[in-house]
């Protein structure tokens, strides 16, 4: 089976970094990092603040340039492509965005489809169907003659989205997509992720909720401060009461998610936390509430 870009489909990594330093100046975030996205997978990165999950993400979206290593999409180095076409198999939805001045939400969302314009094919009925499809998946269809600049926060996320759905990519880069959301609207754009997985898209998302990480993420990534892979795979896995104490110095139980199954993180109280002189205790209880 072959996707839009007329590369076969099947089990591996597409998408894989090896031995990346990642720097901005002098400043080193990340040393000897390799990551491999498994296919098909909903792979979400977690790590405390500065630990360099968004400026991974840059690297694999091919934004920043590792100071050593290679990042690798369908077999040859990224860099080697031209920018259309890595467009055409990876879309981005960055941190924060910057909508020109006077835009409306439908001109936004249609400049999606900007990689797939050539000079003998211009905007066509199939570009106009996918820009509807996107906008109504992510919630915004009845805000397409807005302006950009007129939305809220959690508005303007959601077109971003939609963009980047419009980019009809089989990899999708996301970072803390759920930015500016209430909770409901967290929810329903995870949703939609987990409905895009579920489809056949690779996902790979920046996400600080651990507990939301862990009941969507069919890959987990965790990264330590200094950029380290501190674990790797299956929540339900490789998610434990240390593993959380030693990375983000958190004291705390992890018991399974009522609704899901899936790992559970509890922090422990203020006063447990504030008796503990010799540093945090952890405590893993996989037991429904």
């Not at 997985?197 to 401060?225: I, M, S």
Request: aromatic content about 4%.
């Amino acid at each position: 089976m072959t996707d839009s870009t007329g590369t076969r489909s099947g089990a591996g990594s597409r998408l894989r970094a090896e031995n990346l330093t990642l720097a901005y100046d002098d400043a080193v975030v990340a040393r000897n990092l390799g990551i491999s996205v498994p296919d098909g997978s909903f792979t979400v990165i977690v790590g405390p603040n500065a630990c360099g999950k968004s400026t991974l993400l840059k690297a694999l979206a091919r934004m920043l340039k590792p100071d050593v290593g290679v990042v690798h999409l369908d077999g040859k180095a990224i860099s080697d492509y031209r920018s259309r076409e890595v467009a055409r198999r990876l879309g981005l939805l960055p941190q924060s965005s910057i909508a020109p001045s006077g835009i409306t939400v439908g001109d936004l969302v249609a400049r999606g489809r900007y990689p797939h314009q050539r000079l003998l094919r211009q905007w066509s009925s199939q570009d106009e169907a996918v820009v509807l499809e996107s906008m109504r998946r992510t919630g915004v269809a009845e805000l397409a003659d807005r302006l950009v600049d007129e939305l809220s926060g959690g508005q303007r996320q959601r077109v971003w989205l939609a963009m980047v759905l419009a980019q009809q990519t089989p990899i999708l880069l996301l970072d803390e997509p759920t930015t500016f959301l209430d909770i409901a609207h967290q929810i329903e754009v995870l949703d939609l992720c987990a409905d895009l997985n579920a489809d056949g898209h690779t996902l790979v998302a920046v996400l600080h909720d651990l507990n939301q990480a862990c009941r969507y993420a069919t890959n987990l990534v965790v990264l330590a401060p200094g950029g380290r892979i501190a674990a790797q795979g299956d929540p339900s896995e490789i998610v434990t009461a240390e593993l959380i104490a030693d990375v983000f110095g958190l004291p705390c139980r992890v018991i399974d998610d009522p609704e899901t199954g899936t790992p559970l993180i509890v922090p422990a109280s203020r006063s447990r936390r504030r008796s503990e002189d010799d540093g945090p205790v952890a405590v893993h209880e996989h037991a429904a509430l």
